[in-house]
């Protein structure tokens, strides 16, 4: 995983003639933005010029956020004393957001650098802030280097953790697939992670449970849940046997499914194993009939 940066440029100030605190601001912001655009570039000394610029207005959000881009700008330049300073400063200044950045990015460093006593520190620290998304990945990542460590039971409490809402970008999902990878045998463990938060009186966050419990266990149903195969949805409990219509799965992607339900019916699906809907659909079949041959 990539260290983060911050880019801008920043949004414009209003103008405010003969008031020096907007000025303040203002020389932050352009020296700031300055330093972003010198790195885009690939001027490495003029970025780190301005961005200790930016860092010496003593802006409270400004300054922090150009130590945070210093210390990586620096690690990126191969320059680990001067990145550890950088990092040392950013996180000193305990900024709400860049701070907390600042530790799980330091974390990254010194793991790549062949420190991992100090990187579990300073990902454990970076938890400990309790920021929504620099706490989780901080968690993710120390998940893995605990599994690297050799501490599997440590990696799954804290991959369990990062399974858990809010959910932001794909942490939870890199979460459940790592812990399969480490412990597939705790997977009960980890649908309830995400039967709790299906159980959300927040609808997106119970929308978004049930998308990450259906990657998880694609053949796992909740109560109420539907089987859509092609055009057809059916009850689960109405199934009383499906098999395909050549007498075998079909040796390409596609096919006709033959599905017998109560009261005799039949049903002819086409079912196109590369749609997330039919393939998990097939999935729910074989363990709803206890067939492995569908």
């Known amino acids: ?38 790195r885009t570039a690939g001027r490495v000394d003029a970025a780190r010029a301005a961005f200790l610029r930016a860092a010496a207005t003593g802006h409270p959000d400004i300054g922090p956020m150009a130590l945070a881009n210093l210390a990586v700008l620096e690690a990126s330049a ?27 990015n330091f974390g990254l460093f010194e793991k790549h650098n062949g420190e991992p006593a100090h990187a579990r520190e300073l990902y454990r620290q970076a938890i400990a802030t309790e920021h929504p998304e620099h706490a989780r990945t901080a968690r993710f990542n120390l998940a893995n280097l ?15 953790r990062a399974m858990e809402p809010p959910f932001l970008a794909d942490t939870a ?17 980890a649908r309830e992670v ?5 159980a959300s009186e927040d609808e997106d966050t119970a929308t978004h449970a049930r998308r990450l419990l259906y990657d998880l266990d694609p053949a ?40 017998h339900t109560r009261g005799g019916g039949h049903h002819v699906a086409f079912v196109d194993l590369r ?9 729910v079949l074989r363990r ?7």
Not at 78 to 104: M, P, V
Not at 176 to 188: E, N, Q, S, T, Y
Not at 275 to 283: E, K, L, N, V
């Open 194 to 198: 995400y039967l709790r938060a299906a």
């Open 146 to 160: 605990e599994v690297e460590q050799g501490r599997p039971d440590e990696a799954c409490a804290l991959l369990l």
């Open 288 to 294: 709803l009939l206890g067939s492995d041959d569908l």
């Open 1 to 38: 995983m990539a260290m983060r940066e911050d880019n801008g440029p920043r949004e414009p100030l209003p103008n405010a003639p003969g008031d020096a605190v907007h000025e303040a601001e203002q020389v932050a912001v352009e020296a700031f933005d300055l330093g972003a655009a010198e």
């Open 275 to 283: 749609d997330p809907d039919d393939g998990r659909g097939i999935q």
């Open 220 to 259: 796992y149903l909740i109560p109420g849940d539907t089987i859509r195969l092609g055009t057809h949805t059916f009850d689960p409990a109405d199934i009383e046997s499906a098999e395909w219509a050549m007498g075998k799965r079909p040796g390409y992607s596609s096919g006709y499914l033959d599905i």
């Open 78 to 104: 191969g320059r680990n004393a001067e990145a550890r300073t950088a990092f040392r400063q950013a996180i000193a200044t305990g900024h709400r957001d860049h701070a907390a950045k600042s530790l799980f």
């Open 173 to 189: 999902s890199r979460a459940h697939r790592l812990l399969m990878a480490v412990a597939p045998g705790r997977l009960a463990e």
